[in-house]
């Protein structure tokens, strides 16, 4: 609060210097005109004398703002920290029942204390200060906050409902979700996927997460922003990415995201329904599922007839993944495909190559070596031979030996 | 002499005799176990302090690395509960610091908010004995730490 005021009376005071400053230049330039007009006699100084006045008095207020802003500031953060850290005590104390609850109306400290306390339990102590949040009306005044014209409200308001996790709340905030700011839409959405963690016996067909998954396929959030949301709570996002698969169709640039959340939470259970996504004509997803599969460390038998397709793709990605897709196979079976791969056009895909065959060990290597003598394509006989190496050294003297060979 | 060589243990054990004839003897505790809450978050500090302070250990804190470091060196603790997120360092830096360096086997609860698997591994590994993700339910803590303690 404090701090923003004064960054706003700091602004108000560089505005004033600059006008004040620029009405003293004008007032100098008039008052010389007039001075040599009247053939040498100052007729008025009195807007002069008002503007040297006002411009002196603009700059003992921005060095009185910047030699005593920040030890002003420094004092209210103490005084600030002081008064949380005794809230803080003192909910702690109403949840073990050593003190009573502090009288209504609660101030903004309080308030903040209250649901970093909360945020950190689960159980009875949770719903405990769960109860304290409906017996001070505090999700009434945040709802309204909701209803703000003001953006800071709105987002304070969004801000405290995710900390305070009321299922109740749910409808009012993903109704923000449809807002035509965007930050207001990805805060409800972040706040809406905290909400439903926190709904017990969540499951795909579940009201709550039906009703999100309607909101989500309307409102307009970026792909990147939906995807660390929907990875954001795994209680959460299990449910409502299996509901977004079982919908029969799903526009790009929500299939995106609601992929690379599979694979940064890790759902191997998931890995069957992105592999159907494989052959997607959208190249940015196909990567991203060919990404996630790898990640998932699942090879989907629908991969096998499009992995030569695949790696001679015009898109680089979609090369290097299929590459990578790849090594997921036991060497007999992926043999074939990455000796052609290792006399591929692109340097990037051969150089892939080579490192997923050493990642198969001895068997590999040897792969290496042998394409060293036998590859029919020069490039593949070239790269080959920059990672030649014995396969019978220990992998530490292996390794340096590679290093020499790059560098 | 057992009660000599009891009361030599830096532990908590006492030996009384209740018999007038001097046949029996009862052991009591003569102090509360000492735990060492390291974390930079106040409330999660203050709510670990009131916790086991209400149940009847003595506890002390620190929010940063040099100052839970110092600690550390000065003091003997039965239990530390450290957060992996510390000002000026790294819960697992202290941990490994408390392990190699001072060679103190004090039994360590780690906790942590992110939800990693890398981190509990690397935690175990080096030397902690049990894992806590945030949030939590307190009285679960509770039992842990005197699991740990028995």
Same mark, same amino acid.
């Given at each position: 609060?404090w701090?923003?005021?004064?960054?706003?009376?700091?602004?108000v005071?560089?505005?004033?210097?600059?006008v004040?400053?620029?009405?003293?230049?004008?007032?100098?330039?008039?008052?010389?005109?007039?001075y040599?007009?009247s053939?040498?006699?100052?007729?008025d100084?009195?807007?002069?004398k008002?503007a040297l006045g006002?411009?002196?008095?603009?700059?003992?207020a921005?060095?009185f703002?910047t030699?005593?802003?920040p030890?002003?500031?420094d004092?209210?953060?103490?005084?600030?920290? %002081?008064?949380?850290?005794?809230w803080?005590?003192?909910w702690?104390?109403?949840?073990?029942?050593?003190?009573?609850?502090?009288p209504?109306?609660?101030?903004p400290?309080?308030?903040?204390?209250l649901?970093?306390?909360?945020a950190?339990?689960?159980?009875?102590?949770?719903?405990?200060?769960?109860?304290?949040?409906?017996?001070?009306?505090?999700?009434?005044?945040?709802?309204k906050?909701?209803?703000s014209? %003001?953006?800071?409200r709105?987002?304070a308001?969004?801000?405290?409902?995710?900390?305070?996790?009321?299922?109740q709340?749910?409808?009012?905030?993903?109704?923000?979700?449809?807002?035509?700011?965007?930050l207001? %839409?990805?805060s409800?959405?972040?706040?809406?996927?905290?909400?439903?963690?926190?709904?017990?016996?969540l499951?795909?067909?579940?009201k709550?997460?039906?009703?999100?998954?309607?909101?989500?396929?309307?409102?307009?959030?970026?792909?990147?922003?939906l995807?660390?949301?929907?990875?954001?709570?795994?209680r959460?996002?299990?449910?409502?990415?299996e509901?977004l698969?079982?919908?029969?169709?799903?526009?790009a640039?929500?299939?995106?995201p609601?992929i690379?959340?599979v694979?940064?939470?890790?759902?191997?259970?998931?890995?069957?329904?992105?592999?159907?996504?494989?052959?997607?004509p959208?190249?940015?997803v196909?990567?991203?599922?060919?990404?996630?599969?790898?990640?998932?460390?699942?090879?989907?038998p629908?991969?096998?007839?499009v992995?030569?397709?695949?790696?001679y793709?015009?898109?680089?990605?979609?090369?290097?993944?299929?590459? %990578?897709l790849?090594?997921?196979?036991?060497?007999?079976?992926?043999?074939?495909?990455?000796?052609?791969?290792l006399?591929?056009?692109?340097w990037?895909?051969?150089c892939e190559?080579?490192?997923?065959?050493l990642?198969?060990?001895?068997?590999?290597?040897q792969l290496?070596?042998?394409a060293?003598?036998?590859?029919?394509?020069?490039?593949?006989?070239?790269?080959?031979s920059?990672?030649q190496?014995?396969?019978?050294?220990?992998?530490?003297?292996?390794?340096?030996?590679?290093?020499?060979?790059?560098? | 002499?057992?009660?000599?060589?009891?009361?030599?243990?830096p532990s908590?054990?006492?030996?009384?005799?209740?018999?007038?004839?001097?046949?029996?003897m009862?052991?009591?505790s003569?102090?509360?176990?000492?735990?060492f809450?390291v974390?930079?978050d106040?409330?999660?500090?203050i709510?670990?302090?009131?916790l086991?302070?209400?149940?009847?250990?003595?506890?002390?804190?620190?929010r940063?690395?040099?100052?839970?470091?110092q600690?550390?060196?000065r003091e003997?603790?039965?239990?530390?509960?450290?957060?992996?997120?510390?000002i000026?360092?790294?819960?697992?830096?202290?941990l490994?610091?408390?392990?190699?360096?001072?060679?103190?086997?004090?039994?360590v609860i780690?906790i942590?908010?992110v939800?990693?698997?890398?981190?509990?591994?690397?935690?175990?590994?080096l030397?902690?004995?049990?894992?806590?993700?945030?949030?939590?339910?307190p009285?679960?803590?509770v039992?842990?730490?005197?699991?740990?303690?028995?």
């Amino acid at each position: 609060m404090w701090r923003r005021l004064g960054s706003y009376f700091y602004h108000v005071i560089l505005l004033a210097v600059v006008v004040v400053e620029l009405a003293a230049l004008a007032a100098l330039v008039s008052t010389f005109v007039f001075y040599f007009r009247s053939g040498g006699v100052f007729t008025d100084y009195t807007f002069l004398k008002i503007a040297l006045g006002t411009s002196l008095l603009c700059i003992l207020a921005l060095i009185f703002h910047t030699v005593f802003y920040p030890e002003i500031s420094d004092h209210f953060d103490f005084r600030h920290d %002081r008064q949380y850290q005794a809230w803080l005590q003192r909910w702690t104390n109403v949840l073990f029942k050593l003190e009573d609850l502090p009288p209504k109306p609660l101030p903004p400290v309080a308030v903040k204390a209250l649901l970093d306390q909360r945020a950190l339990l689960i159980g009875t102590d949770a719903s405990l200060l769960d109860s304290l949040v409906a017996f001070y009306q505090l999700d009434q005044q945040w709802l309204k906050g909701l209803k703000s014209r %003001r953006l800071d409200r709105r987002l304070a308001a969004l801000a405290a409902l995710e900390a305070a996790v009321l299922p109740q709340t749910l409808p009012a905030v993903l109704a923000q979700m449809h807002s035509r700011n965007l930050l207001v %839409r990805i805060s409800a959405a972040r706040c809406a996927v905290r909400i439903l963690a926190a709904v017990p016996d969540l499951h795909p067909r579940h009201k709550a997460v039906l009703l999100f998954v309607r909101t989500l396929v309307k409102a307009r959030v970026p792909a990147g922003m939906l995807e660390s949301i929907l990875s954001l709570e795994v209680r959460a996002s299990v449910p409502i990415l299996e509901c977004l698969f079982q919908r029969q169709s799903l526009p790009a640039d929500l299939l995106q995201p609601v992929i690379a959340a599979v694979g940064n939470l890790r759902l191997v259970e998931m890995a069957a329904k992105v592999a159907t996504y494989i052959e997607t004509p959208v190249p940015a997803v196909r990567v991203t599922v060919l990404q996630v599969l790898v990640k998932l460390g699942y090879f989907p038998p629908a991969a096998w007839p499009v992995l030569r397709q695949f790696l001679y793709d015009t898109n680089l990605a979609i090369n290097l993944q299929a590459v %990578r897709l790849l090594m997921l196979l036991p060497l007999e079976r992926s043999k074939p495909l990455l000796w052609e791969s290792l006399g591929h056009l692109r340097w990037e895909v051969r150089c892939e190559t080579v490192f997923a065959l050493l990642q198969y060990g001895p068997l590999g290597i040897q792969l290496v070596n042998e394409a060293v003598q036998e590859h029919p394509v020069p490039a593949a006989v070239q790269i080959a031979s920059q990672f030649q190496t014995n396969p019978g050294l220990p992998i530490n003297a292996r390794v340096q030996e590679w290093l020499g060979t790059i560098v | 002499m057992t009660n000599k060589a009891l009361t030599s243990l830096p532990s908590r054990f006492s030996v009384s005799n209740h018999d007038r004839n001097g046949s029996t003897m009862s052991l009591s505790s003569t102090h509360s176990a000492r735990i060492f809450i390291v974390d930079d978050d106040p409330a999660l500090s203050i709510l670990l302090t009131t916790l086991f302070t209400k149940n009847g250990y003595q506890v002390t804190t620190a929010r940063d690395f040099h100052t839970a470091k110092q600690q550390l060196e000065r003091e003997a603790f039965d239990l530390i509960l450290l957060d992996v997120n510390i000002i000026y360092g790294n819960g697992l830096d202290l941990l490994s610091y408390l392990r190699q360096s001072l060679q103190l086997a004090t039994p360590v609860i780690v906790i942590s908010a992110v939800h990693q698997e890398a981190t509990l591994i690397r935690s175990l590994e080096l030397g902690a004995d049990d894992f806590v993700y945030k949030p939590f339910n307190p009285h679960d803590l509770v039992k842990q730490v005197a699991a740990i303690l028995a």
